[in-house]
């Protein structure tokens, strides 16, 4: 059996932009600072430091707070699907402060109450992968999955081809999970 290639150019600066391990972030290293991190070393810190609008990094909701924010995947699993994080380059849940984990997780329910409302899925599928072994594809950065499912939404592509196909562009995405959350805090 031959293994097949799909030509995914659009992934090149994700790859060109990282710190040379294939994606992943090296943050998690021991004795690496939790604290904060330079915005070179980790793809979610350097969003957060780009400087550039929210609509156009895809940040969908920042925490009154400020220490916790709802991002849209640049690789998504299914269409909305997005990450609830904290600002802070911290890898581990131990490592949170007093007060994070429950704005995460305020994050992750307004986010569940956004894609109902933005998509109408059959189900949520919500995780985390927490270090490298575990499957994080930025594992010194801590955050939590979120994304819409709907009953048979993997087809063939998936099942024969190991391949996704999303019906919409990121942006359109962002803008109608986006505009669903504005709804939601309105009421």
Request: charged fraction near 15%; include cysteine; proline fraction near 6%.
């Amino acid at each position: 059996m031959s293994l097949d290639h799909l030509w995914a150019g659009w992934r090149a600066p994700f790859v060109d932009g990282t710190t040379g391990s294939g994606g992943r972030d090296q943050g998690s290293a021991p004795g690496r600072d939790q604290g904060s991190a330079p915005a070179t070393a980790c793809v979610f810190c350097r969003i957060l430091n780009s400087g550039l609008p929210d609509a156009e990094s895809h940040v969908l909701w920042r925490h009154p707070g400020g220490r916790v924010i709802a991002l849209l995947n640049a690789y998504p699993y299914t269409s909305g699907h997005l990450m609830v994080m904290p600002v802070r380059h911290v890898a581990d849940l131990e490592a949170l402060e007093a007060g994070e984990l429950d704005e995460i997780m305020e994050g992750v329910s307004a986010a569940a109450r956004a894609l109902k409302a933005a998509y109408r899925p059959d189900g949520l599928n919500l995780g985390a992968n927490l270090g490298e072994a575990a499957g994080a594809g930025v594992p010194g950065h801590l955050h939590l999955h979120v994304l819409p499912r709907w009953s048979g939404d993997t087809n063939f592509m998936t099942a024969v081809a190991d391949t996704r196909v999303l019906p919409e562009a990121l942006s359109a995405s962002a803008a109608r999970v986006r505009g669903a959350w504005a709804g939601l805090a309105s009421t």
